[in-house]
C-alpha cells in the first residue's frame, strides 16, 4: 500500500510581537485577564507588506528546505487559509508562482481553523489515488485583516502566521510501526453557523467583514467535538490515547486544550502547546505547533503524533500518523 508519509516542516511568522499590554489601550481589557481566561500572552500581526500569500511562501520554501527538496519536487499544493489575499483566483496559485512552479495542480481549502486537518488528509487522498506523489500543504492566514479592534471578546485571540508540510508517497507493508498517515476523521455540522462565522462575503454583503464569536458557546461544544474525532481517528488507526507519543491540537485557548487532554487521558507532558506564543493562527496553528515541536527536538522520526482541530461552520477533524 501507499503510505503519505511526512518529508519536512516550516513555519513563518510576521514580524510584529503584539503584547497582552498593547491591548490596555485599545479595549477595556488586561493582560491578566487575557492570560486567566485564553492562556495567551502574545501574538504576531502581519505588516501591510505581509500576506497570507508572502508567509505561506515563506513557510513552503522553509518545508522543503528541511524535507532536502525543490520546488520542482512537488506535484501539488493544498493551502488551508480563510483569510486568501483575493476572492479569485486561489492564493495556493499565487504561491504557486511565487516558487516558481509552472507544472502540477493548487488549491485553497476552506475549513476555518480545521483547514489544515482538512488538506493534510486531501493531500492523502491525492496520493493515495495516485494524482500526486509529493504535495506541500500549507496553512497560511492573516486572521488581524478580520478582526473588530473594538470587540475585546474576539480581537485579543487571534494572530497572524504560516506553517507547511512535505507529504510524500512511499510504498508501505502498512503495519502500525510503518510512517506515514495512518487514519483520519472529518466532521462537520452547519447548524452551528453562528455561533463563530465572519459578517460579511463576496455574495451576502460585498465586503469582507468582521469576525463573530459566542465565545461560551464555542467553548461547550469544543470539548466533545474534538474527543469525538480523536477516537474515531484512534479507533480506525487501532490504537489507543496511552500509544500516543504526541499530541498536537489546534491552538485556540489552553482552557479547551487542556479540557480536551484530560477528557482523553492524555498525559500533559504529551500535548504541544504554542497558543500563549501565537494565539489562535487558524489554519496556521497545527502547523506552526507541528514545527515548534519538531525544530526543539521533541515530535522525531518514529513518534505517533495525533492532529486535532476544530473551526467555524463547525467542522473538525483528526489525523493520526507515524512521525
Known sequence: MIRSVVRGVGTALPRRIMKNAEFETLVDTSD??????????????AADDETTASLGEAAARAALANAGLTPDDVDLIILATSTP????????????????????FAFDMQAVCSGFVYAVTAAD???????ARRVLVIGSETFSRLLDWTDRTTCVLFG?????MVLEAVESAGALTDRGIIA????????????????????TTQTVGH????????FKHAVGMITDVVEDALSRGGVSADDLDWFVPHQANKRIIDASAKK?????????????????????????????????GRIKQGDLVLLEAMGGGFTWGAVLLRW
Not at 491578566?32 to 504576531?44: A, F, L, N, S
Not at 489575499?85 to 502540477?104: C, D, K, W, Y
Not at 483520519?184 to 455574495?203: A, I, N, T
Open 160 to 164: 497572524d502566521g504560516a506553517g507547511a
Open 264 to 296: 482523553l487521558g492524555i498525559a500533559e507532558d504529551k500535548v504541544v502547546i504554542t497558543v500563549h506564543l501565537h494565539g489562535n493562527t487558524s489554519a496556521a496553528s497545527v502547523p506552526l505547533a507541528l514545527g515548534a515541536a519538531v525544530a526543539d
Open 85 to 104: 489575499n483575493n476572492t479569485f483566483p486561489a492564493t495556493s496559485v499565487e504561491i504557486q508562482e511565487r516558487l516558481g512552479m509552472s507544472h502540477g
Open 32 to 45: 491578566e485577564w487575557i492570560v486567566q481566561r485564553t492562556g495567551i500572552t502574545q501574538r504576531h500581526i
Open 125 to 131: 487522498a491525492h496520493i493515495r489515488a495516485g494524482m
Open 211 to 218: 469576525l463573530r464569536m459566542e465565545g461560551r458557546e464555542v
Open 184 to 203: 483520519s476523521s472529518l466532521r462537520s455540522d452547519g447548524s452551528h453557523r453562528e455561533k463563530l462565522y465572519v459578517d460579511g462575503g463576496p455574495s
